[in-house]
C-alpha cells in the first residue's frame, strides 16, 4: 500500500511551457485534492475531486487544469506556466465515509518556473 | 472566510522540555475541524493530532495534546517529552465541509511555526 505518490519530485520550467503534475492514490479513496504551498506559507486549495468525472474548484485555480478519468489518478495540468506558480505542489486524498475526515497527503512535488 | 493565524514563526525547546504552540482561526461555521500537521524537511505532510469542534474534551495522542477553546476560537498544541525528531514545522489546519453533511473538506493552513528541539 504505497499511499498518495505524486511525480515528478522535482522539475524546472521555462516561463510558457507546460507540464502534468502526477498523483495516484492506492487507497481507494473517492475524495483527491490539489494544494499548493507557497514558501513560507501554508498550503492553499486549487482544486478537488469528489469521484471520476467529477471536478470542482478551490481558492486559487487560475493557471492549472485538472481532470480525473478514474478513482485512483487526478493530474494537475499547468498551462503556459509563470514565475507565480512556483511553488511545492500536494496532492491528497480521503475516504468519503472516514468520520475521521483525515487526508492523506504525497510527497510533494517542487517546480520552479523560472 | 476563514483564516488562521500562528503568531509564533519559530520557537525552540530542550529535549525531553514541553512546548506549547499557538493557533487562533476565525469561522462562523459551527461544525469543523480542527488539526495539526508536522512538516519534516523531506515536505511529508504528516497529520500529528485532529479535533472535531462539537466535542468538548481535548484530543489527546501519546505526547502530544490540544487545548481546544472554542468560545475563544483558539487551538494549541502541547508536545510534551519533545524528542529531537519532533523538529519540524508545525501548521494548523481549519476544515469545514465542501457540502453540509458530508466528509469532503477544504483545509485551511495557518503559515506554520517552525519548531526546533535541541539536544
Known amino acids: 500500500n504505497a499511499g498518495v505518490t505524486q511525480t515528478p519530485k522535482f522539475r524546472i520550467l521555462k516561463i510558457g511551457q507546460s507540464m502534468t503534475l502526477q498523483c495516484t492514490q492506492d487507497?481507494?479513496?473517492?475524495?483527491m485534492y490539489w494544494y499548493r504551498q507557497d514558501p513560507g506559507m501554508g498550503l492553499k486549495l486549487i482544486y478537488y475531486?469528489?469521484?471520476?468525472?467529477?471536478?470542482d474548484k478551490g481558492e486559487v485555480p487560475n493557471g492549472y487544469n485538472v481532470s480525473r478519468s478514474t478513482t485512483e489518478d487526478f493530474p494537475l495540468r499547468l498551462e503556459l506556466a509563470a514565475p507565480s506558480q512556483t511553488s511545492v505542489y500536494f496532492c491528497a486524498s480521503s475516504y468519503p465515509y472516514d468520520r475521521v475526515v483525515e487526508q492523506f497527503f504525497g510527497p510533494g512535488t517542487r517546480l520552479t518556473v523560472l | 472566510a476563514q483564516t488562521v493565524t500562528q503568531s509564533q514563526p519559530e520557537m525552540s525547546v530542550q529535549e525531553a522540555e514541553t512546548v506549547t504552540l499557538s493557533c487562533t482561526y476565525d469561522?462562523?461555521?459551527?461544525?469543523?475541524?480542527l488539526f495539526w500537521y508536522k512538516q519534516p524537511p523531506s515536505r511529508q505532510m504528516i497529520l500529528v493530532i485532529r479535533?472535531?469542534?462539537?466535542?468538548?474534551q481535548n484530543a489527546t495522542e501519546n505526547r502530544f495534546s490540544v487545548n481546544f477553546q472554542k468560545a475563544a476560537k483558539s487551538f494549541s498544541l502541547k508536545i510534551s517529552d519533545s524528542q529531537l525528531g519532533d523538529t519540524a514545522m508545525y501548521f494548523c489546519a481549519f476544515m469545514k465541509p465542501i457540502y453540509r453533511g458530508s466528509t469532503l473538506g477544504r483545509l485551511y493552513f495557518g503559515r506554520g511555526t517552525q519548531l526546533t528541539v535541541w539536544p
Open positions: 475531486s469528489v469521484g471520476a468525472g467529477i471536478t
Open positions: 469561522t462562523s461555521e459551527s461544525n469543523y475541524y
Open positions: 487507497m481507494n479513496h473517492n475524495y
Open positions: 479535533q472535531e469542534a462539537y466535542k468538548q
